[in-house]
């Protein structure tokens, strides 16, 4: 159960109530919805071309969707990340294109696919999928790889509304979400991943990811299910 008093929440957590200051709040916490885009969520796009099942990044949108009503009915700042890379693709280096395309298929960033050319901005599958779509004053932070710090305004952004406190959810578990995680703990944020509200392509790597957050006490943060976060604001 998440505790309350005045001026102190947590939300139930583990390895440690989060956050670890108690100070709970749309003044000091924010949502951040990790890459819910139709290239990871659709048939089509560039996980499914990957030769990775969608069908855990799916389960997951009815949860992140109960999130992202309760954080805009409380008023707490929301923002929503898009992998994904110039059309020239100057943003991709070519060791990472190789990569991408090192899969049965053998296609991958900027080949063509079914919801236009895969990891390209502007493309339909780039596009957030419309379940969670933003609406006006939730911002949208453009990345080209995989943490929403590198190479984005995200921490300016986090900074002057004096945000200290992250939870995180979406896909990638073991990619882009728990890779943005790290760069927010070792920032100083205290981070909280919702892990009921995040997905991998296989279920062996998102629960690898969640282990590994609560080891050492919480190195990189700590996890809460979905329900326990929409309690805790509740109060």
């Known amino acids: 159960m998440a505790t309350h008093v005045p001026g102190h929440t947590t939300i139930e957590?583990?390895?440690?109530?989060?956050?670890?200051?108690?100070?709970?709040?749309?003044?000091?916490t924010a949502l951040i919805i990790v890459d819910m885009q139709m290239d990871f969520c659709s048939?089509?796009?560039?996980?499914?071309?990957?030769?990775?099942?969608?069908?855990a990044t799916r389960a997951i949108i009815p949860n992140i969707h109960s999130l992202l009503y309760a954080f805009r009915s409380h008023g707490f700042p929301i923002y929503h990340t898009r992998e994904g890379h110039r059309s020239d693709l100057s943003t991709l280096s070519t060791?990472?294109?190789?990569?991408?395309?090192?899969?049965?298929?053998?296609?991958?960033?900027?080949?063509?696919?079914?919801?236009?050319?895969?990891?390209?901005?502007?493309?339909q599958g780039h596009e957030?999928?419309?379940?969670?779509?933003?609406?006006?004053?939730?911002?949208?932070?453009?990345?080209?790889?995989?943490?929403?710090?590198?190479?984005?305004?995200?921490?300016?952004?986090l900074d002057n509304r004096g945000?200290?406190?992250?939870?995180?959810?979406?896909?990638?578990?073991?990619?882009?979400?728990?890779s943005t995680m790290r760069d927010g703990n070792d920032m100083g944020f205290d981070c909280l991943l919702v892990s009921d509200a995040s997905a991998a392509g296989q279920?062996?790597?998102?629960?690898a990811s969640i282990?590994?957050?609560?080891?050492?006490?919480?190195?990189?943060?700590?996890?809460?299910?979905?329900?326990?976060?929409?309690?805790?604001?509740?109060?």
């Open 203 to 207: 279920a062996n790597l998102h629960e």
């Open 43 to 55: 048939p089509g796009g560039y996980l499914d071309s990957q030769g990775l099942s969608i069908e």
């Open 95 to 123: 060791r990472e294109q190789k990569r991408s395309r090192n899969n049965p298929s053998g296609i991958g960033i900027g080949d063509q696919g079914p919801l236009g050319r895969l990891l390209v901005r502007g493309e």
């Open 128 to 157: 957030i999928i419309p379940e969670l779509s933003p609406v006006s004053g939730e911002p949208i932070i453009d990345k080209p790889g995989r943490s929403a710090f590198q190479h984005t305004d995200l921490k300016l952004l």
């Open 211 to 235: 282990a590994s957050i609560c080891e050492e006490g919480g190195i990189f943060g700590a996890i809460a299910v979905t329900v326990d976060v929409l309690q805790a604001l509740d109060r």
């Open 163 to 178: 945000v200290k406190n992250l939870i995180l959810c979406g896909v990638t578990t073991d990619v882009c979400v728990t």
């Open 13 to 28: 957590s583990k390895p440690y109530p989060w956050p670890y200051n108690t100070d709970l709040g749309p003044t000091t």
